[in-house]
Protein backbone atom coordinates (compact mmCIF):
# COMPACT_ATOMS: atom_id res chain seq x y z
CA UNK A 1 0.00 0.00 0.00
CA UNK A 2 1.04 3.52 -0.07
CA UNK A 3 1.31 6.15 2.48
CA UNK A 4 -0.67 9.30 1.87
CA UNK A 5 0.08 12.69 2.79
CA UNK A 6 -2.59 15.58 2.38
CA UNK A 7 -1.97 19.24 2.58
CA UNK A 8 -3.70 22.63 1.41
CA UNK A 9 -6.21 22.83 4.74
CA UNK A 10 -6.66 26.40 6.43
CA UNK A 11 -9.38 28.59 7.53
CA UNK A 12 -11.44 30.22 4.45
CA UNK A 13 -14.34 32.46 4.95
CA UNK A 14 -17.67 31.42 3.40
CA UNK A 15 -18.47 31.85 0.21
CA UNK A 16 -14.70 30.80 -0.78
CA UNK A 17 -12.78 28.47 -2.38
CA UNK A 18 -9.77 26.24 -1.13
CA UNK A 19 -7.70 23.13 -3.12
CA UNK A 20 -6.66 19.84 -0.61
CA UNK A 21 -3.99 17.88 -2.36
CA UNK A 22 -2.94 14.22 -1.50
CA UNK A 23 0.70 13.52 -2.10
CA UNK A 24 1.61 9.21 -2.32
CA UNK A 25 4.64 7.35 -2.12
CA UNK A 26 5.31 4.90 -4.82
CA UNK A 27 5.17 4.52 -8.52
CA UNK A 28 2.15 2.47 -8.94
CA UNK A 29 -0.21 4.91 -7.70
CA UNK A 30 -2.51 5.07 -11.03
CA UNK A 31 -3.70 1.70 -9.97
CA UNK A 32 -4.95 3.04 -6.76
CA UNK A 33 -8.47 4.56 -6.66
CA UNK A 34 -8.49 7.62 -4.03
CA UNK A 35 -11.39 8.88 -2.18
CA UNK A 36 -11.79 12.10 0.32
CA UNK A 37 -13.58 11.28 3.29
CA UNK A 38 -13.95 14.60 6.04
CA UNK A 39 -15.02 14.00 9.64
CA UNK A 40 -16.81 16.61 11.69
CA UNK A 41 -16.55 16.29 15.80
CA UNK A 42 -19.53 14.12 16.79
CA UNK A 43 -19.81 13.06 13.33
CA UNK A 44 -19.26 9.89 11.39
CA UNK A 45 -16.45 9.94 8.57
CA UNK A 46 -18.33 10.46 5.37
CA UNK A 47 -16.99 10.31 1.16
CA UNK A 48 -17.27 13.64 -0.36
CA UNK A 49 -15.34 12.64 -3.23
CA UNK A 50 -13.93 9.45 -4.72
CA UNK A 51 -12.10 8.51 -8.69
CA UNK A 52 -11.17 5.43 -9.34
CA UNK A 53 -8.15 4.01 -10.47
CA UNK A 54 -8.97 3.70 -14.26
CA UNK A 55 -10.31 7.20 -14.15
CA UNK A 56 -13.57 6.74 -15.86
CA UNK A 57 -15.78 6.52 -12.47
CA UNK A 58 -16.21 9.23 -9.85
CA UNK A 59 -18.76 9.63 -7.08
CA UNK A 60 -19.41 13.09 -5.27
CA UNK A 61 -21.89 13.02 -2.07
CA UNK A 62 -25.37 14.74 -2.72
CA UNK A 63 -23.89 17.95 -0.27
CA UNK A 64 -20.83 18.80 -2.58
CA UNK A 65 -22.29 18.10 -6.28
CA UNK A 66 -21.68 20.80 -8.41
CA UNK A 67 -19.10 22.83 -5.66
CA UNK A 68 -16.41 19.60 -4.92
CA UNK A 69 -14.02 18.54 -8.10
CA UNK A 70 -11.63 15.40 -7.61
CA UNK A 71 -9.31 14.88 -9.99
CA UNK A 72 -5.56 13.59 -10.38
CA UNK A 73 -2.27 13.32 -11.26
CA UNK A 74 -0.55 10.29 -11.83
CA UNK A 75 2.53 11.79 -13.24
CA UNK A 76 2.85 13.83 -9.76
CA UNK A 77 1.26 10.57 -7.71
CA UNK A 78 -1.33 13.73 -6.45
CA UNK A 79 -5.05 13.52 -6.11
CA UNK A 80 -6.78 17.16 -5.70
CA UNK A 81 -10.03 18.03 -4.29
CA UNK A 82 -11.30 21.76 -5.37
CA UNK A 83 -13.34 23.05 -2.85
CA UNK A 84 -16.02 25.60 -4.34
CA UNK A 85 -18.41 27.65 -2.72
CA UNK A 86 -17.39 26.79 0.88
CA UNK A 87 -20.02 26.14 3.48
CA UNK A 88 -19.75 26.39 7.40
CA UNK A 89 -20.71 23.19 6.96
CA UNK A 90 -17.83 21.93 5.03
CA UNK A 91 -15.81 22.36 8.12
CA UNK A 92 -14.26 19.00 9.14
CA UNK A 93 -11.00 17.10 9.09
CA UNK A 94 -10.53 16.41 5.34
CA UNK A 95 -8.69 13.06 5.25
CA UNK A 96 -7.45 10.96 1.96
CA UNK A 97 -7.67 6.96 1.38
CA UNK A 98 -6.53 4.78 -1.09
CA UNK A 99 -6.82 0.81 -2.34
CA UNK A 100 -4.79 -0.69 -5.02
CA UNK A 101 -6.97 -1.20 -8.04
CA UNK A 102 -9.98 -1.06 -5.46
CA UNK A 103 -13.81 0.34 -6.11
CA UNK A 104 -16.73 1.10 -4.14
CA UNK A 105 -20.36 0.06 -3.90
CA UNK A 106 -23.03 2.86 -4.08
CA UNK A 107 -20.91 4.90 -2.17
CA UNK A 108 -17.39 4.23 -0.91
CA UNK A 109 -16.88 3.62 3.13
CA UNK A 110 -13.68 3.63 4.54
CA UNK A 111 -13.74 -0.25 4.66
CA UNK A 112 -12.85 -0.18 0.84
CA UNK A 113 -9.58 1.69 1.81
CA UNK A 114 -6.38 0.25 3.18
CA UNK A 115 -4.41 3.53 3.71
CA UNK A 116 -5.21 6.84 4.64
CA UNK A 117 -3.52 9.65 5.26
CA UNK A 118 -3.23 11.77 8.34
CA UNK A 119 -5.81 14.52 7.45
CA UNK A 120 -6.26 18.37 7.11
CA UNK A 121 -8.58 20.69 8.62
CA UNK A 122 -10.54 22.92 6.57
CA UNK A 123 -12.39 25.22 8.73
CA UNK A 124 -14.92 27.43 6.56
CA UNK A 125 -15.87 30.74 8.73
CA UNK A 126 -19.26 32.17 8.17
Known amino acids: QVQLVESGGGLVQAGGSLRISCAASGRTFSTYTVAWFRQAPGNERECVAGIMWSGGRTFYADSVKGRFSISRDNAKNTVYLQINSLKPDDTAVYYC???????????????????WGQGTQVTVSS
Open 97 to 115: AANFMGGWGTVPIPANFAS
